[in-house]
């Protein structure tokens, strides 16, 4: 079935690395992705997005990457700090023919190094 | 601070009880959600509201029943729960739920432990 997934569950980066996170999706109509942070004890909160219109866009120390070609999408951390250090998730929006609903990923642990 | 606020933050309640969870949201949004995170599983949505009206539910039993008095406010009443049922219970809103990829704001949720 179409399932949004990710490559690695635990990441370990040293402190002021870059990190890279990643996750792959299967549903070819998806056309909004969003990274959302999760630290313990709290709810996920919102990164970034980026539509299908886009390869890339960039925030504050972050940058999301889209691949339609072979359906990836990244988060990449630049200076990656110690406050980093979370679950990361990624949610799509193609499940259904509107594309209102969100489907998420089951989230990547960064763990960061001092 | 999302603008989405839960109480209460954690809860433990016994199988027979009653109990409801509080959502709500000053982000002058339109449509709410709840959401479960159970460990190593990735989030499961349960209901979706717009505009008060519930226009989603996922095959969610009935011993949990939303109520949306108003776009600010929802509520998760429960009743009879399994302890299957102790997760993460996540409340988001939205501007709307009928965009073509809306961003969802996320409350910091309630710990619920059934026992």
């Known amino acids: 079935g179409e399932s949004v997934g990710l490559h690695l569950p635990t990441l370990s980066v040293q402190e002021g690395d870059n990190s890279i996170i990643n996750c792959a999706y299967s549903n070819s109509a998806s056309d909004y992705f969003i990274w959302y942070k999760q630290e313990s004890g709290k709810g996920p909160q919102f990164i970034i997005d980026i539509r299908s219109n886009m390869d890339k866009r960039q925030g504050q120390r972050v940058t999301v990457l889209l691949n339609k070609t072979v359906k990836h999408l990244s988060l990449q951390i630049a200076a990656t700090q110690p406050g980093d250090s979370a679950v990361y998730f990624c949610?799509?929006?193609?499940?259904?023919?509107?594309?209102?609903?969100?489907?998420f990923g089951g989230g990547t642990r960064l763990m960061v190094k001092p | 601070e999302t603008g989405v606020t839960q109480t209460p933050r954690h809860l433990v309640m016994g199988m027979t009880n009653k109990k409801s969870l509080k959502c709500e949201q000053h982000l002058g949004h339109n449509a709410m959600y709840w959401y479960k995170q159970s460990a190593k599983k990735p989030l499961e949505l349960m209901f979706v509201?717009?505009?008060?009206?519930?226009?989603e539910n996922n095959s969610v039993p009935s011993r949990f029943s939303p109520e949306c008095p108003n776009s600010s406010h929802l509520f998760l009443h429960l009743h009879t729960l399994q302890p299957e049922d102790s997760a993460l219970y996540l409340c988001?809103?939205?501007?709307?739920?009928?965009?073509?990829?809306?961003?969802?704001?996320f409350g910091p949720g309630t710990r619920l432990l059934v026992l």
């Open positions: 988001a809103s939205s501007q709307a739920h009928g965009g073509r990829g809306e961003t969802q704001y």
């Open positions: 949610a799509e929006n193609g499940n259904n023919n509107a594309g209102n609903m969100l489907t």
């Open positions: 509201y717009n505009f008060k009206e519930q226009t």
